[in-house]
C-alpha cells in the first residue's frame, strides 16, 4: 500500500508537536531505587571522579563479576528488563548509564580497551536491543535525553538546561551537549511543519505550504542563533582535548582497528563489533530537511556513512526520515511542485529557496566549527584522530560538498 501524506501523524514517529525530537514529557533523570539499579546509577554519578581516579576500568569489572554476570543465570522477574517492558523513558534513562559508563570503560584509560568484559557486555547489549540501537553511544543518549530542566516551569532553553550524566564534567563538556539541546528544542516545530507541508502539498495548497515552508524557516535562523554562541563557553583546545576523546567509536578508528568484543554476548559469535561513535549526523533535524526539501546531493564514498546514520537514531525518528524520503520518491517531491510552479507561483519558489539557504547557513556555520575545533587542533593521539571524525570518517571535504551542494539560487 503506497504511503500517504495525510496518514501520517507525529505520534506514529513517537514525536509531540511542540518538542520535535526531543522527548515530551522531559527525560526521566533517575532510577528507580532497587538493588540493581542504586549501584548502576552511583557509578554513573561519580563516573567524573573514578575517571579521575583512575579505577573506573576495575570497579565495571567488579560490578559485572559480584552482580551482573551472576545475574545470567537467574529468572527473568530478577534483571533490569523486567523493569523496563513498555516503559521507553526507563530504557532510555538505563541506556544512557550503559553508554557513558561502556564508552569510557574503552576511552578512559590507554591503552584503549579491546574487550568490553561479560555481564556489563550482556546488559549493554540487551538493554540497546530494547532501545533499538547499537551497544555504544549515540546522539540520542549524548544530548536528546541527557538533559533536565533547572526550573520545570521554564522553558527548554540554554538558561534553563542542566546535564544529567557527564564523563568529566566541566562548563565546556556541558555548554557543548546544551548547545544541541537547545538546537533540538528550537526545531520542535519542523517535523510537524514538514508534515502539515506535505499535506499542503498533496491538496495543492499554496498558501499554507507557503506559510509551514516559513516556519522552517524561521526554526533554522533560531538554530543557527544558538550554534553561533558555541564558542562563549566551549573552548576549541578543552573541547579536542577533553570532551570528544570519549566519543569516538570503534569502526575505522586506527586505536582499534578490528573493533571492540563484547564477552559473553551470543549474537556476536565471539566476534569483535564494530560501531560509530557518536555524532551530530545523528542528529534527525538535517536529515528530514534534506528528505523534505527534496535536495539531491552526490553519490559519493560518504554516502553509505550517512545512511548507515540512520541506524544509530531513535526508531521513531528514522521511520520518519524514510518516510518521507518515501514520498519523495513516489509523486510528493517537494522541489519539483515548486519548478514547476516558478513562473505562476513566484513567492511559492521564493519560500522553498528561502527555507533552503536557511539550511546552508546553518551547515555553512557548522562548516567552520569543524574546522576549528577539530580539523585545525594538533593530534596528540591516535586514538583521537583530527582526520576522521568521531565516527570515524574522513568529514572536511565530504561536509563541504554537502553544504555547496545545499546552496540554492
Given at each position: 500500500?503506497?504511503?500517504?501524506?495525510?496518514?501520517?501523524?507525529?505520534?506514529?514517529?513517537?514525536?509531540?508537536?511542540h518538542?520535535?525530537?526531543?522527548?515530551d514529557?522531559d527525560?526521566?533523570?533517575?532510577?528507580?531505587?532497587?538493588?540493581?539499579?542504586?549501584?548502576?546509577?552511583?557509578?554513573?554519578?561519580?563516573?567524573?571522579?573514578?575517571?579521575?581516579?583512575?579505577i573506573?576500568?576495575?570497579?565495571?569489572?567488579?560490578?559485572?563479576?559480584?552482580m551482573?554476570?551472576?545475574?545470567?543465570?537467574?529468572?527473568?522477574?530478577?534483571?533490569?528488563?523486567?523493569?523496563t517492558?513498555?516503559?521507553?523513558?526507563l530504557v532510555?534513562?538505563?541506556?544512557?548509564i550503559f553508554?557513558?559508563?561502556?564508552?569510557?570503560?574503552?576511552?578512559?584509560?590507554?591503552?584503549?580497551a579491546?574487550t568490553?568484559?561479560?555481564?556489563?557486555?550482556g546488559?549493554?547489549?540487551?538493554?540497546?536491543?530494547?532501545?533499538?540501537?547499537?551497544?555504544?553511544?549515540?546522539y540520542?543518549?549524548?544530548?536528546?535525553?541527557?538533559?533536565?530542566?533547572?526550573?520545570p516551569?521554564?522553558?527548554?532553553?540554554?538558561?534553563?538546561?542542566?546535564?544529567?550524566?557527564?564523563?568529566?564534567?566541566?562548563?565546556?563538556?556541558?555548554?557543548?551537549?546544551l548547545?544541541h539541546?537547545?538546537?533540538?528544542?528550537?526545531?520542535?516545530?519542523?517535523?510537524?511543519?514538514?508534515?502539515?507541508?506535505?499535506?499542503?502539498?498533496?491538496?495543492?495548497?499554496?498558501?499554507?505550504l507557503?506559510?509551514?515552508?516559513?516556519?522552517?524557516?524561521?526554526?533554522?535562523?533560531?538554530?543557527?542563533?544558538?550554534?553561533?554562541r558555541?564558542?562563549?563557553?566551549?573552548?576549541?583546545?578543552?573541547?579536542?582535548?577533553?570532551?570528544?576523546?570519549?566519543?569516538?567509536?570503534?569502526?575505522?578508528?586506527?586505536s582499534i582497528?578490528?573493533?571492540?568484543?563484547?564477552?559473553?554476548?551470543?549474537?556476536?559469535?565471539?566476534?569483535p563489533?564494530?560501531?560509530r561513535?557518536?555524532?551530530g549526523?545523528?542528529?534527525?533535524?538535517?536529515?528530514?530537511?534534506?528528505?523534505?526539501?527534496?535536495?539531491?546531493?552526490?553519490?559519493?564514498?560518504?554516502?553509505?556513512?550517512?545512511?548507515?546514520?540512520?541506524?544509530?537514531?531513535?526508531n521513531?525518528h528514522?521511520?520518519?526520515?524514510?518516510?518521507?524520503?518515501?514520498?519523495?520518491?513516489?509523486?510528493?517531491?517537494?522541489?519539483?511542485?515548486v519548478?514547476?510552479?516558478?513562473?505562476?507561483?513566484?513567492?511559492?519558489?521564493?519560500?522553498?529557496?528561502?527555507?533552503r539557504?536557511?539550511?546552508?547557513?546553518?551547515?555553512k556555520?557548522?562548516?567552520?566549527?569543524?574546522?576549528?575545533?577539530?580539523?585545525?587542533q594538533a593530534?596528540?593521539?591516535?586514538?583521537?584522530?583530527?582526520?576522521?571524525?568521531?565516527?570515524?570518517?574522513?568529514f572536511?571535504?565530504?561536509?563541504?560538498?554537502?553544504?555547496?551542494?545545499?546552496?540554492?539560487?
Amino acid at each position: 500500500m503506497a504511503l500517504n501524506p495525510m496518514t501520517l501523524k507525529l505520534a506514529d514517529f513517537d514525536l509531540s508537536p511542540h518538542c520535535g525530537f526531543l522527548p515530551d514529557p522531559d527525560p526521566l533523570i533517575h532510577l528507580p531505587h532497587s538493588h540493581i539499579f542504586s549501584p548502576l546509577e552511583e557509578m554513573a554519578n561519580n563516573l567524573p571522579k573514578l575517571l579521575a581516579a583512575g579505577i573506573l576500568r576495575n570497579e565495571i569489572m567488579r560490578f559485572s563479576s559480584e552482580m551482573l554476570y551472576p545475574m545470567r543465570a537467574q529468572h527473568a522477574s530478577s534483571t533490569i528488563f523486567e523493569y523496563t517492558r513498555n516503559n521507553n523513558a526507563l530504557v532510555r534513562r538505563i541506556k544512557i548509564i550503559f553508554d557513558y559508563l561502556g564508552q569510557a570503560y574503552v576511552w578512559g584509560e590507554n591503552p584503549p580497551a579491546q574487550t568490553i568484559p561479560a555481564g556489563f557486555a550482556g546488559f549493554w547489549y540487551h538493554i540497546s536491543q530494547q532501545a533499538i540501537l547499537p551497544p555504544i553511544l549515540s546522539y540520542s543518549s549524548y544530548v536528546l535525553y541527557n538533559w533536565r530542566r533547572i526550573d520545570p516551569q521554564k522553558p527548554i532553553a540554554l538558561g534553563n538546561l542542566a546535564v544529567v550524566q557527564n564523563f568529566l564534567g566541566g562548563l565546556d563538556e556541558d555548554w557543548f551537549i546544551l548547545i544541541h539541546v537547545d538546537i533540538e528544542n528550537r526545531a520542535g516545530v519542523i517535523p510537524a511543519a514538514i508534515i502539515g507541508a506535505l499535506q499542503a502539498l498533496t491538496h495543492r495548497h499554496i498558501v499554507m505550504l507557503e506559510t509551514y515552508l516559513a516556519m522552517i524557516t524561521l526554526s533554522l535562523e533560531s538554530m543557527l542563533k544558538t550554534l553561533e554562541r558555541m564558542p562563549e563557553r566551549c573552548d576549541e583546545y578543552i573541547y579536542y582535548t577533553r570532551v570528544r576523546p570519549y566519543l569516538h567509536g570503534w569502526k575505522n578508528n586506527p586505536s582499534i582497528p578490528d573493533g571492540i568484543m563484547y564477552e559473553d554476548v551470543s549474537a556476536y559469535r565471539n566476534k569483535p563489533q564494530q560501531f560509530r561513535g557518536e555524532s551530530g549526523a545523528q542528529s534527525s533535524i538535517i536529515p528530514s530537511l534534506v528528505a523534505f526539501l527534496d535536495i539531491r546531493h552526490k553519490e559519493t564514498t560518504f554516502t553509505p556513512y550517512l545512511q548507515e546514520m540512520l541506524s544509530y537514531m531513535p526508531n521513531g525518528h528514522r521511520r520518519l526520515i524514510e518516510a518521507i524520503e518515501q514520498l519523495s520518491c513516489n509523486g510528493y517531491s517537494l522541489f519539483n511542485f515548486v519548478r514547476a510552479r516558478k513562473q505562476d507561483n513566484p513567492s511559492l519558489y521564493d519560500a522553498y529557496r528561502s527555507c533552503r539557504n536557511a539550511l546552508y547557513n546553518f551547515r555553512k556555520k557548522h562548516f567552520e566549527y569543524v574546522g576549528r575545533y577539530i580539523h585545525s587542533q594538533a593530534q596528540r593521539h591516535t586514538g583521537n584522530p583530527t582526520a576522521i571524525g568521531t565516527a570515524g570518517t574522513p568529514f572536511m571535504t565530504s561536509l563541504k560538498e554537502l553544504m555547496d551542494e545545499t546552496r540554492f539560487e
